[in-house]
């Protein structure tokens, strides 16, 4: 495959990417309310919200592995290049497109050869703040993650390590790339630093949103209802798994606590989660805590991708997971401050 018809694309998906990013920008800028007098009231609930999320500020760096601009530009470069699939159908971009907020939007992915993958796509954005990967947190961290589904025999079908390092080194420019981003390493194009590579670059996909300006500078940042919404989400317990700085993506729990979430779902399996994992039977049908950022633009919604409604998705985990029922008006106010989360994508 050509490395000039291989960039293209990518230049192309970027360049559209970038307009999309300005126009989500000033979108959010926008919405975002005048600064006012706080109120009691306001200073209150953003006391509270303090003692459970935290705002994202600049890339999610690692001891481990610097985010260097090299070592960030071959990243990218790789993440948009579907030579790191077997026949060149797909790229890390397909089923994690950063131009729709880092998902496909689609129940399960396809792969290189057209199958499709057993558990939705989760979004790449802000996916280095989560302490683990994939539904069954099955990866330490994101660039353990990035080399996984290269050799998954559904999606990117490489068949070895050593098989994708040859295909690389065979290219004009990877080599001296490579050599540039780990100039201390006397093997730079290694499978190894193709994942650290990758992962460099997705420490920089972070989105900050409306509620990091509300948590972190100023509590009239959140418009009336988005604030009544945190409230709710507060007050009915939905903090005991979604907060931190991801607002999710820091443990594991239990998919149906209180009701079998298949029979609100639709879910057409039942899915064993991060007891394939583990082996142990404690483990069944326990998955990571999805992050909730971007979550109204990243339908359909939970592992199966059984849902694609955000205020069917809200109820649902109300019942399954807290055992309350919610009525229209409250799912309203949670999904207006679920939607304060959308935040700013990055230039790519």
Known sequence: MNLKKSILPAL???GIFCSCSESQKAENQAKKPKDEPISAEDAM???EAQKYFQAVSGPAESPDNTCTP???SLGKMLYFDTRLSKTGNNSCNSCHNLATYGVDNASFSKGDAGKLGGRNSPSV??????NFQFWDGRAKDVEEQAGMPVLNPVEMAIPSKEFLVNRLKQTKDYPDLFAAAFPKDGNPLSYENLQKAIGAFERTLITPSRFDDFIGKNPSYLHKEEKEGL???IETGCTN???GVAIGGSQFQKFGVFADYTALTGSKKYDAGRMEVTGQASDKGVFKVPSLRNVAKTAPYFHDGSVSDLPQAIQIM?????????TAQQTAKI???LNALTGELPKI
């Open 125 to 130: 954005y802000n996916a280095a703040l989560h």
């Open 12 to 14: 192309f998906i970027a």
């Open 335 to 337: 999904a207006a401050f």
């Open 45 to 47: 609930l953003w006391a």
């Open 231 to 233: 409230k709710l989400f």
């Open 318 to 326: 109300a019942k399954t997971q807290l055992n309350k029922e919610l």
């Open 241 to 243: 798994c979604h907060s």
């Open 70 to 72: 090299e070592k960030v």
